[in-house]
């Protein structure tokens, strides 16, 4: 398995533009989860999924972010309009349905200028 | 969730075991033990886990007190890839909202050479 597959790598984007994060999840994950880094906050949990349907977006910092898991092997994370803030490492996870044994992908890079 | 205690940051010369403590004081008994660790510029990874009884992988040891108030990993010979940021997470090892994890600062542990 190739893993927890994110791209891209790095985002470099203007301030108002609209971005869009994507991930691959290990194949047969019934869980799916989005974090961001920064130095300030640490790792933060933003939403998580179970079998493509949301269950907790408590973590979503505001309206201007969004994201969606239209089938099991495919996951977005969308930021409208992006805010110089917004720059950080996003990480997105998948795990198996029993266990937090989470696995990591590489994470976006998102730098908004 | 019961809330953990790690220090800051620690040094350890390459070769040597590295001992990373752990304080959870306020654990339940159906509260297992995790830790990942995060490699500059990667995502967190999964080391070991463990409930009351110690143990061990290919990559670490875990041992967990009787009375399982803290825990200590164990690295038996460190190398210069072991420099991470530590995580020690106390959750419940079941499915639902429990798979989601919340992660601390950690332990920055710099393997000197």
């Known amino acids: 398995d190739a893993g927890v597959i994110q791209s891209p790598r790095h985002e470099v984007t203007e301030m108002g533009q609209e971005v869009t994060l994507r991930c691959k999840p290990i194949?047969?994950?019934?869980?799916l989860f989005w974090y961001r880094q920064t130095m300030m906050r640490g790792l933060e949990l933003l939403i998580y999924f179970n079998n493509n349907v949301p269950i907790d977006d408590s973590g979503m910092p505001e309206d201007r972010f969004s994201a969606k898991m239209p089938n099991a092997s495919f996951s977005t994370l969308k930021i409208q309009p992006s805010e110089p803030r917004d720059s950080a490492v996003y990480f997105c996870?998948?795990?198996?349905?029993?266990?937090?044994?989470?696995?990591f992908g590489s994470g976006t890079r998102l730098t908004v200028v | 969730d019961a809330k953990t205690t790690q220090p800051p940051s620690m040094d350890c010369a390459e070769g040597r075991a590295a001992n990373l403590p752990c304080n959870h004081s306020t654990i339940s008994g159906n509260e297992y033990v995790y830790w990942y660790r995060q490699i500059h510029s990667q995502g967190p990874q999964y080391i070991i886990h463990g409930l009351k009884n110690n143990e061990t992988n290919e990559m670490a040891s875990l041992i967990i007190t009787e009375d399982r108030k803290s825990s200590t990993l164990i690295l038996p010979h460190a190398t210069l890839r072991d420099t991470a940021v530590y995580y020690c997470i106390v959750r419940v090892a079941m499915g639902g909202a429990t798979n989601k994890l919340i992660f601390g600062t950690g332990t920055l542990l710099a393997v000197q050479p």
């Open positions: 194949s047969g994950h019934d869980y």
């Open positions: 996870a998948s795990s198996p349905q029993r266990g937090i044994l989470l696995t």
